[in-house]
């Protein structure tokens, strides 16, 4: 235990083991959070190569990320490692509590969408590229988060106040002040996020058993097609996407609940720091699985790591992306 005293007032400073290494367990997820989004959307930007709607989607991810990895988390480490209480105000506390309700909506109805487009390439794989433009796909990303910014607004209008959580140290919005709004908020986020999700891929895996049992289909042309849709790893790098990020926060869902309905707080120590960071840190599980799942994001990685002291990465990136072709 470290004491540090202040000669100017009366206080003293108290720094523990765990409370250093709970603060650098934070300041190393935000360095990791920042820097691997950084690098997914440097990397979606620069590739030049013919590339698969879906990436309009993970480009949204990699943003929302990236804005909590900068306005979110990094606030936490001074309170975890120094205070452990909240020293920047109010108005900051109800500002971050919005970013994280906002941004957590923007990453869930992006799942939806994405689920939705992977729905498509196996529902209509004739028609696929001509229902999902990357322009049709664009105007969705927009129209989410400008939905999801006006939907969690009502905190900024001083219908809620922040609170901070010194377990987790944290600054969140205190929903149990407006029971009906937050119902109504997750009613509209979880509602039709989870619905659409659960029936997109119960069909894409139902498609996926009938063309391995080898069923018939009328249509060869169609089978063909579906075939060749369902070879994508797309499909793979999506769910998996998708059960990462439920995996991720729900913990903290389960457990919330069940302090809410048992009007009881668990009292063990760490829990609600693991569960909370536990959460944020789907914001880095996603470079992973796309380097991992993703053969285009591997090629565009590649691409963008060779070119970018290169002078002619134009023409070095044609090269690369012809010889993915022949192979």
């Known amino acids: 235990m470290i004491i540090l005293s202040d000669s100017n007032e009366d206080t ?8 250093l290494a709970q603060a650098g367990i934070i300041f190393i997820m935000a ?28 480009l949204s991810l990699a943003v929302a990320d990236l804005l909590c990895g900068l306005l979110v988390v990094p606030l936490s480490v001074y309170q975890a490692a ?30 939806m969408w994405i689920s939705v487009d992977r729905y ?5 794989p004739l028609r696929y590229e001509t229902l999902q433009t990357k322009t049709r796909c664009q105007c969705w990303m927009a129209f989410t988060w400008i939905s999801a ?10 219908f809620n106040k922040g609170i901070f959580d010194k377990e987790a140290y944290v600054c969140m919005l205190d929903w149990g002040s407006m029971a009906a709004y937050s119902i109504t908020l997750s009613i509209l986020i979880l509602g039709p996020s ?9 069909y894409i895996f139902s498609m996926w058993r009938k063309l391995r049992s080898g069923v018939p289909f009328p249509d060869k042309e169609y089978a063909t ?7 994508n790893p797309s499909h793979k790098m999506s769910f998996v996407l998708v059960v990462a990020f439920w995996l991720s926060w729900s913990p903290y869902i389960c457990i919330k609940l069940y302090e809410y309905f048992a009007n009881y707080k668990l009292q063990v120590q760490f829990l609600h720091f693991g569960i909370v960071w536990l959460g944020f840190l789907n914001s880095f599980w996603k470079s992973i699985i796309l380097i991992t799942l993703s053969p285009q994001f ?20 044609a090269e690369l992306i012809g010889m993915e072709a022949d192979d």
């Open 225 to 231: 097609a579906l075939a060749e849709n369902l070879s």
């Open 12 to 19: 003293e400073i108290v720094l523990t083991l765990e409370s």
């Open 194 to 202: 989870l619905i659409t999700i659960i029936y997109t891929y119960t």
């Open 298 to 317: 591997r090629l565009a990685l590649r691409i963008f790591c060779m070119t970018i002291c290169c002078r002619y990465k134009g023409r070095m990136q």
């Open 149 to 158: 910014a006006m939907l969690c607004c009502p905190p900024l209008l001083g």
């Open 82 to 111: 120094v205070v452990s209480d909240w020293v920047y105000g109010d108005v900051i506390c109800r500002i971050v509590g919005y970013l994280e309700v906002t941004l957590w909506a923007i990453t869930v109805y992006t799942f």
């Open 31 to 58: 360095l990791a959070i920042i820097i691997t989004n950084v690098l997914i959307i440097a990397t979606l930007l620069n590739f030049r190569g013919p590339s698969e709607v879906i990436n309009c989607y993970l």
């Open 120 to 124: 498509l390439a196996v529902r209509k």
